[in-house]
């Protein structure tokens, strides 16, 4: 258990809905991170926030958002749902690090996923 | 973008064998890390390399940073079944402030008991 939670597991839609992804990071982690992996793709980074704001942004399509919120839990939103969003949206948080006289928050601990079914 | 290249794709190994991986880049990278992925799980962190030649291990798992910056080594050492899954490769981009991770396209380790 990687102290990474993410609700729901499970999630079937239809084409053109809009769903909401919940992710809380582990306690005391402030980052937050959104990934994609579907089979073609592997893992694709989409966005990130750190203490409730975003720090940087990937590969992420414009009718997708996220937000972090002041309890560090954060939400992905997808909208105008297509057949090739349906992926595995994993959330990962990370705190930092240091080794080698360097800090970083490169050591990212993932949740469960939630995967993600659009018919 | 950077780019992480694994092989092999997959492998098919007895119990009892060791198993060696490695993941390579066009690119420098500061960090490597090592990721497990189990069917239907998020992905584990196994093991994080911070420096060039360096050397870790997690039990019977090592890993090593290539002195080039530019690949890194997993071993599994006496193979089990338990060992099956994806092992992903990372390095993140740590530019501006964001550690995002990008990812190779994963070894997928089969263990014949």
């Known amino acids: 258990d990687s102290g990474v939670t993410q609700t729901p597991k499970h999630l079937i839609t239809a084409t053109g809905q809009r769903v909401t992804l919940r992710c809380s990071p582990r306690s005391g982690d402030l980052s937050v991170y959104w990934y994609q992996q579907s089979l073609d793709q592997g893992l694709q980074f989409l966005i990130q926030y750190y203490n409730g704001e975003e720090r940087a942004k990937g590969n992420i399509l414009e009718r997708f958002s996220a937000q972090q919120f002041p309890d560090l839990h954060s939400e992905l939103n997808l909208s105008s749902l297509e057949l090739g969003d349906s992926a595995l949206y994993f959330c990962a948080s990370s705190v930092a690090t240091y080794r080698w006289g360097v800090w970083s928050y490169n050591e990212q601990f993932f949740g469960p996923g939630t995967r993600l079914t659009v018919l | 973008g950077q780019q992480l290249n694994q092989s092999p794709q997959s492998m098919f190994i007895q119990e009892g064998e060791d198993v060696s991986m490695n993941c390579t880049s066009s690119?420098?990278?500061?960090?490597w890390l090592w990721y497990k992925q189990e069917p239907g799980e998020g992905p584990v962190l196994l093991i994080a390399?911070?420096?060039?030649?360096e050397l870790t291990s997690n039990g019977r798992l090592t890993a090593q940073f290539g002195i080039t910056r530019k690949d890194s080594f997993l071993n599994i050492s006496a193979s089990i079944p338990s060992d099956v899954g994806i092992y992903f490769c990372?390095?993140?981009?740590?530019?501006?402030?964001?550690?995002?991770?990008?990812f190779g396209k994963g070894t997928k380790l089969s263990v014949i008991p």
């Open positions: 390399l911070y420096k060039a030649g």
């Open positions: 990372a390095g993140p981009d740590s530019g501006a402030g964001s550690y995002q991770l990008t």
């Open positions: 690119s420098i990278f500061n960090t």
